[in-house]
């Protein structure tokens, strides 16, 4: 059974609204079936509407169109029930299509409601860094003849951005003003209650605890000297006005960063001066690998660094390895994985393996680790040629902190997508998704539960 009523609004600017009830349409009801709407009134930037709705509905959906007579309903919002009937609020934002408003409610739902009680909340993964919860599973993982130590639970692996969010209040990094602290109580007439000026500095930002953020600054002008081309700023945000708690130098530009519990691991894009024992000195382009231990925010500490030469690297992050991906010195068109231990809570690290690809990793959502498997996915001309292939493959990769030598192998590959060329890729448990071209857009699906025996589980055709 599905029941309607209809509410017409005055269009244009809402500096009024009329309320006309128009007749119902009922496919097998009483018009004392049917739900109504009650009242329809602005509040802030939202428009809010009351609906009664009678007992043995299941789900009740707002619709609204631009105008009555012409074009098709568009559902703006649904709650459902339990049957019992009552009262309804939808609040939606207010928009020039809500000009013919109408209620349509269903005494039973197209699917077992088992469907609807799973979890509607999924961490994605934006366009340009990604998030690196939703790239890895950084789940505690059963170690087998680990030590205790390395049962501890696994630390939350963070990813910056520009605004980040607790309780009231939204603290924005401007990257032409600084940061802005602004008080969002009330959404309607935020205020901005404090700033700290930092112009045409703006990078990255963690929220490290309700007092603290962390601000990553590039220096285009050379304030901090030569040295220092970049900051991580420790900004106390208790008071009425952000001030800087603490300061930390960075060599050279941001290119990517982690917050990995209280550690922060920064990777900068920058030169090193490289001599040959002779007069002549050359300046070689690479990755500079920082850490900060800031588990005391008013005094952080620098920890260690790690070089790796080469430009654009990837740099990708779990709770138990940091993965920096560089070109391969001998063949451009192969990657070398470097696998640094970062299980140290205090942001000390080191390499415990490299991992070789058969082609070039070009972003880190092509890269995942989970129960000791390292997965990696690569692309290449095929013998030198114009063709291209893309690989999948498979590596033993033990938990740093496991006991005994188990080493890094290589469990298997599968070839995928021929004279074509890699795009996106996700992963998701035992399946990975893998997108190429040429001039079809195939979405293939790799089974990896097996990681000694990769397969393709299906195809599809775009």
């Not at 991992?355 to 030198?384: C, H, L, Q, Y």
């Not at 195939?442 to 393709?456: E, F, M, N, Y």
Request: one cysteine or more; aromatic letters at 10%.
């Amino acid at each position: 059974m599905k029941t309607k009523s209809f509410l017409s609004c005055w269009p244009g600017p809402w500096l009024s609204v009329l309320v006309l009830f128009l007749s119902s349409h009922f496919v097998s009801a009483s018009p004392e079936d049917s739900p109504a709407i009650t009242s329809v009134r602005l509040e802030g930037t939202n428009v809010v509407v009351t609906a009664q709705v009678p007992p043995g509905i299941q789900r009740v959906t707002l619709e609204c169109r631009g105008r009555l007579g012409a074009g098709s309903w568009e559902p703006r919002a649904l709650t459902r029930l339990n049957g019992s009937g009552g009262e309804v609020t939808f609040r939606v934002p207010r928009a020039p299509t809500l000009e013919v408003l109408r209620v349509r409610a269903d005494n039973q739902e197209p699917l077992p409601a088992a469907f609807y009680t799973g979890t509607n909340l999924f961490a994605g993964q934006p366009v340009s860094s990604g998030n690196l919860s939703a790239v890895f599973d950084v789940g505690p993982t059963a170690l087998p003849g680990a030590d205790p130590k390395a049962g501890a639970p696994s630390r939350d692996v963070v990813e910056s951005d520009i605004w980040k969010t607790s309780g009231d209040t939204l603290y924005f990094f401007n990257q032409y003003r600084g940061l802005q602290v602004i008080d969002i109580s009330a959404p309607d007439s935020a205020a901005v209650k404090g700033v700290l000026p930092i112009p045409a500095a703006g990078e990255q930002m963690y929220l490290l605890d309700a007092k603290h953020v962390v601000l990553l600054a590039r220096d285009g002008c050379g304030w901090w000297g030569g040295d220092s081309e970049s900051r991580v700023l420790i900004v106390n945000v208790s008071g009425s006005a952000p001030k800087v708690a603490a300061s930390l130098p960075v060599k050279g530009f941001v290119q990517e960063s982690r917050l990995v519990g209280t550690a922060l691991y920064v990777a900068s894009q920058t030169y090193q001066v490289k001599t040959n024992g002779t007069n002549s000195v050359t300046w070689e382009a690479g990755s500079l690998v920082s850490s900060f231990d800031l588990s005391n925010p008013e005094a952080p500490v620098a920890k260690d660094t790690i070089w790796y030469s080469g430009y654009d690297n990837v740099i990708a992050a779990t709770d138990v390895f940091l993965f920096v991906v560089v070109p391969s010195p001998s063949d451009y068109w192969r990657s070398i994985v470097h696998c640094l231990d970062i299980t140290a809570p205090d942001g000390a690290m080191s390499e415990v393996a490299s991992i070789s690809t058969a082609g070039r990793v070009n972003d880190k959502f092509k890269m995942n680790w989970a129960n000791f498997v390292f997965t990696a996915i690569s692309e290449a001309p095929v013998n030198g040629n114009t063709a291209w292939a893309t690989k999948l493959e498979t590596f033993h990769l033990p938990d740093p902190r496991a006991v005994g030598p188990e080493g890094v192998f290589k469990l298997g590959q599968v070839t995928l997508g021929n004279g074509e060329r890699l795009y996106a890729t996700r992963f998701d448990g035992g399946l990975v998704y893998v997108v190429t071209f040429r001039r079809i857009d195939p979405l293939w699906v790799v089974d990896i539960s097996d990681a000694s025996h990769p397969k393709i589980a299906g195809e599809v055709q775009v």
